[in-house]
T-cell receptor
Framework: TQLLEQSPQFLSIQEGENLTVYCNSS?????LQWYRQEPGEGPVLLVTVVTGGEVKKLKRLTFQFGDARKDSSLHITAAQPGDTGLYLC????????FGEGTQLTVNP | DSGVTQTPKHLITATGQRVTLRCSPR?????VYWYQQSLDQGLQFLIQYYNGEERAKGNILERFSAQQFPDLHSELNLSSLELGDSALYFC?????????????FGQGTRLTVV
């Protein structure tokens, strides 16, 4: 059983559409992280959310941490082909544990 | 550029062989993590070192071993290689060893076992 469940596993959309991906768990976390991985590259940290209910924005990306600190979401507005990649949520506790990720493809 | 250096970038070897993957962490980072990523799969945690000591162990096979040296670089040794060991192997580093730490990843070593 995965500590972090991400959905959907795959998402293919057209440029300009909005989307939301989710990271869920039955555990409570002190914080969650979101990474993006492009093909052939290592993951790059996008954001860390710490406080329950917290919302952080990074240009067209909006990250939210659930009130109970068990889940998080990533919303992308007006997706662009450059947003294509694997989006991973992660928990940094005694080890850095990743979910399986959402593979996003944005078609021109 | 994350500041984490992994060598080699690509490695092709035969079944039964042994290889060593090398990782130099970012300057100042004390912790090193190793991950395996197979095709279309997520990052599987293998092992973590902090300041030369093993900190956490994940799903690392007995045929695999790692260490972190006094200069903080790390090596991952893979032996008796099997076809299923073909994967991307990533190293990451962080300043702290855990707890809300931010990790920086290298570009990975793509291992192909033939």
């Amino acid at each position: 059983t995965q500590l972090l469940e991400q959905s959907p596993q795959f998402l293919s959309i057209q440029e300009g559409e909005n989307l939301t991906v989710y990271c869920n768990s039955s555990s409570v976390f002190s914080s969650l992280q979101w990474y993006r991985q492009e093909p052939g590259e290592g993951p790059v940290l996008l954001v860390t959310v710490v406080t329950g209910g917290e919302v952080k924005k990074l240009k067209r990306l909006t990250f939210q941490f659930g009130d109970a600190r068990k889940d998080s979401s990533l919303h992308i507005t007006a997706a662009q082909p450059g947003d294509t990649g694997l989006y991973l949520c992660a928990f940094s506790g005694s080890r850095l544990t990743f979910g399986e990720g959402t593979q996003l493809t944005v078609n021109p | 550029d994350s500041g984490v250096t992994q060598t080699p970038k690509h490695l092709i070897t035969a079944t039964g062989q042994r290889v060593t993957l090398r990782c130099s962490p970012r300057s100042g980072d004390l912790s090193v993590y190793w991950y395996q990523q197979s095709l279309d799969q997520g990052l599987q945690f293998l092992i973590q070192y902090y300041n030369g000591e093993e900190r956490a162990k994940g799903n690392i096979l007995e045929r695999f071993s790692a260490q972190q040296f006094p200069d903080l670089h790390s090596e991952l040794n893979l032996s008796s290689l099997e076809l299923g060991d073909s994967a991307l192997y990533f190293c990451a580093s962080s300043f702290r060893g855990g707890g809300n730490t931010e990790a920086f990843f290298g570009q990975g070593t793509r291992l192909t076992v033939v």
